[in-house]
Structure formats: C-alpha cells, structure tokens
C-alpha cells in the first residue's frame, strides 16, 4: 500500500481509498461522488480528514493513507498506513460499545462519546499497513 495519489477513489470492490500523508502542503478533493453520497478528504503530513455530505467520518493525527474504508451497518473496516503512529477518530453511533481489532487481534472493547466518536491510536511504520475492524457489540 502507499499514498493515494488521486487523493479520494474508488476501488474495483466498491470501497474507497483516501489520503497522502507524504504532501507537505495541505491538498484536498471535494465533490467526490460514491453511493450517491458526496465525499470530501483533506489530508497532508500533518492530518487526513475525510467528511460525508458534510459530516465528518475519519480523522488521523498525523496524516494517513487509507485503503479499502467500508462502512456497513455494524461495522467499519480500513487498512491505515503512515509513517508514524497515529490517533484515529472515526465517526459511529452514539453512546455505543464497539469491539476494535488491529490486524485481526482485539485491542478490547470502547464506547462512543455522546457524538459518536470512537478514538484509537494504532501503531503505524511507512511500508505496513494494518488492518483496522471496529465491531458494534
């Protein structure tokens, strides 16, 4: 895997990939259309930000590529890779508990704020992803 050069596209298996985490000036591509949604991602060094029809989805601190990001009904799942370890936000249901996975290990179970945000720090080494699964218990 390596930085999504497009910035935002879709993949042959309907999932999208976002985010270059190798730009040192902030890049961003708007309107992106996916599932009759509109996508929008910000991303460079610093942070990757992607928002759907306006609302946020994901956040990395620092900048992230991520590949083949799915979101179904009890589940999120993305390959993440960057070149340090970073703090990942991601948008899911309110006040829910969710079991979270790196590479296929349970990092333990977390509930989400009143908003929805679930935050998770995943080590990360330029050249490896890992493969990230957040489950609704």
Not at 97 to 105: C, L, M, S, T
């Amino acid at each position: 895997m390596s930085v999504i050069n497009e910035l935002i596209r879709t993949e042959e298996n309907g999932n999208i990939s976002f985010g270059n985490y190798s730009l040192d000036v902030k890049s961003k591509a708007e309107d992106f259309e996916h599932d009759g949604d509109l996508y929008k991602v910000k991303t460079f060094k610093e942070i990757t930000k992607l928002e759907r029809n306006g609302m946020f989805v994901y956040e990395s601190v620092p900048g992230t590529a991520v590949t083949d990001f799915s979101v179904k009904d009890t589940e999120v799942s993305f390959k993440v890779e960057g070149t340090e370890d970073a703090q990942i936000t991601i948008q899911l249901e309110d006040d829910m508990e969710y079991e979270v996975f790196e590479d296929g290990a349970a990092i333990g179970g977390m509930k989400t704020n009143m908003s929805g945000k679930l935050s998770l720090s995943v080590e990360l080494s330029e050249g490896k992803a890992v493969e990230v699964k957040v489950i609704r218990k």
